[in-house]
């Protein structure tokens, strides 16, 4: 639910919030928690090789527990918490031997639930279990690429894959993109969508909210001068004036492919995504 305000600024009018009233309010676990250095887009010489980035409130990073690996040991929902390095929120676990651990928490999880990790886990939500032991069509998240390597897959606010296929092995998974993408079917998978679904809906709403979220402000190309950018110059609102959108270094950017040719995935992409 997205909580929105009362238009007693200008700002506030069109500002909106994720319903933070669902979770835990006690502190965090300080054993699973650090704080990172803040790098402001700087490289290890100092320079800036991502813009637009500093400043911010100071922020505690939370170990999350991607791998999972206490395999049959069963645990309890101690608590549903905020993190603020990501946008879906994280649950508390106390496992049965007095181990905590940070989980990436699935919509609709709530506090004392009884989650497990292991080969004959239930089909059941927060469970976590290898991918070949899930039914095509169910929806699932944090899901391993490679077996033992930790989820790597559907750990953003909301995301869910669903199970299109198992053959050979290999177990076929729709990606939230469109992309179908193909796995082993011995890696493991948790069930369930991840929480914090709505989080695509938040405005921002102010300048100011973005400088607490550590983005400094952005200058359009085509306010620039000409000798600034490939889009600057001109008299009023100008037309771009490239064949190609192209960066402030003249880097063309549309239609350009990234991905390299040569990427060990790219066999397990049997479909990209939709072109927009």
């Not at 790098?39 to 505690?60: E, L, V």
């Not at 919509?107 to 290898?130: Q, W, Y």
């Not at 095509?136 to 944090?142: A, D, L, P, R, S």
């Not at 004036?241 to 790219?266: C, E, M, V």
């Amino acid at each position: 639910m997205i909580k929105k305000f009362n238009p007693y600024t200008h700002s506030r009018r069109s500002m909106t919030v994720a319903d933070y009233s669902t979770l835990t309010k006690i502190p965090r676990e300080k054993a699973l928690t650090k704080r990172l250095k803040k790098n402001a887009g700087r490289n290890n010489q100092g320079r800036i090789s991502m813009r637009h980035q500093g400043g911010g409130n100071k922020i505690i990073y939370r170990h999350v527990d991607f791998l999972q690996e206490k395999k049959g040991v069963p645990g309890k929902v101690e608590t549903i918490e905020y993190d603020p390095y990501r946008t879906a929120f994280i649950v508390k676990v106390i496992y049965a031997d007095g181990d905590r651990r940070y989980l990436i928490a699935p919509h609709k999880l709530e506090v004392g639930a009884k989650i497990i990790t292991s080969l004959d886990a239930p089909l059941e939500l927060g469970n976590r279990t290898i991918l070949k032991r899930i039914p095509v069509g169910v929806f699932v998240h944090n899901i391993e690429i490679m077996p033992g390597k930790g989820g790597q897959l559907g750990r953003s606010a909301g995301a869910s894959i669903q199970i299109l296929a198992h053959e050979d092995g290999y177990t076929d998974l729709k990606m939230p993109s469109g992309e179908t993408r193909r796995v082993s079917w011995d890696s493991f998978a948790s069930i369930g969508q991840v929480s914090n679904p709505e989080h695509n809906l938040v405005s921002i709403g102010k300048a100011g909210r973005s400088r607490w979220l550590n983005i400094r402000p952005t200058v359009r190309g085509s306010v620039m001068n000409p000798r600034d950018h490939p889009y600057g110059g001109g008299e009023g609102k100008q037309p771009r004036g490239t064949r190609k959108p192209k960066t402030k270094w003249g880097k063309i950017t549309g239609g350009h492919r990234t991905r390299s040719k040569k990427k060990w995935s790219n066999k397990m992409i049997i479909k990209r995504r939709a072109k927009k």
